[in-house]
Structure formats: C-alpha cells, structure tokens
C-alpha cells in the first residue's frame, strides 16, 4: 500500500493523562478516511499531531513521507480548521490571495489561483470582492475550503468540514471531495455528521477514549453491521458516554 499517512502506536499524554493510547492507522493515496468519536475522544489532538502543533508522548507519525509536522510534508497539506478565522476587514480575494503569497505562490499567479479555489467551492466572484465581515457561516466555510485548495495539495486534514453548510453546500462538498479522490488525492477528516461522511469516505476509523475502537473499510464495516448507518454502527463502538471537557 502507498501509504500517505502512518500512525504507529501513537500516545499523547497531557499532565500525566493520556490522550491518545497506542492509535496506530494507515491511510493509502486517493482515499478518504472519516475519523469519528465524542467530543473529547482525542480527534483533535490527533489533528495537533499530524500539523506538528504537538508531539506524540511515543509512537511515531509520518505523513506523505516525513515526519509529521516537518515543512516539506506541511507543504503539500491542506488544512480547514474546525472554526477558520479571518480578519473580517479583509476581503476574500485578499484572504486567498495572502494565503498563496505563504504558500509561495508567485506574485502574478496568485489572483489566478484564488479565483480558481473560490470557483470549486462555488464561491461567487462578487463576494470575493467583499469583506468576510459580510460572510455568513457558510460563505466563511466555503472559504476555509478554498483556503485548503488553493496550492493543489495532496492531502487534506478537514475538521468538521459540513459545519454551517446549507444542503446545497454539503452537496457541493462530497462532490468537491469525490473528484478531488478521483484526481489521487488523500483526505482525513472528523465529523459529527455522519450521515454525510457515509457518502463520501472510503474508511471509517472510530476513537472512543483515545481508542481505536474501529478501522475498516465502510463495505465492511456494513457487511458486519447489517443494515444499520454509519450512525448507528457508531453508536453501538461507543455507546452513550458523557462527554469529555478535552478532545
């Protein structure tokens, strides 16, 4: 398998409680692989680990060939935070067009590479043109996704990427990620809806307690689980426990 992402019995430990116990997963090119749990499961500090915003407490993560967090990986990486942030003055051209300028975009190419990114995420010209102070959830959401495109990444790290999208925008999404596959790129993403991400990923990988309680293939996991939704075969790994005030 040509592995893009590879966690090897990572644990992350915070003030001497772990995290994250032994989560060890590979994520091939040109697939989509949705990460699910509660809040507090460890989903974002899985997040923090492959960006190298933290380090593992052991166990070792590479991603597209290095070690996660090294630049060269870091290049070739999309990432939409959970709530993106915008100084709201700015307009969304000029959001893009400074995101392309830290990517190293040359300076003649970079309005060129805004439209085109605001364009797969149906992002209207008009409103590139005015301030993000104006977006709503959504436009802003668009943006963060446009953001994520623009240097023709080769994998993307997308936490709750459905959040604040109308149904026209989650559709416009899974297309966006289904031809973005189609094209050998790779996605990791977290969400809480599930009945989307069952569209649209190829794996599912369940985390419950800083646990892999799960990691297979969507068909397998619904030829184990007959005739039950992403959703519910969710519910039956982690059942009805109280959520966690860290994830």
Known sequence: MNSVLVLEDVTKSYGGRQVLRGISLELAAGQILGYFGLNGAGKSTTNRILL?????????????????????ALARCGYLPESPHYHDYLTGSEVL???ACLYGVPHTERARRAAAAAARVVLAPEALGRRVGTYSKGMRQRLGLAQALLHDPAFLLLDEPFTGLDPVGRAMLKELLRQYRSGGGTVFFSSHQLLDAQEI???AAILHQGRLVADASLSELEASHPGLTLEQIFLRHVGGDAESDRD
């Open 201 to 203: 990923c190829d794996r």
């Open 97 to 99: 067009e400074y995101a």
């Open 52 to 72: 190298g915003f933290a380090r593992p407490t052991a166990g070792r993560c590479r991603l597209l060939g290095f070690d996660a967090g090294d630049r060269r």
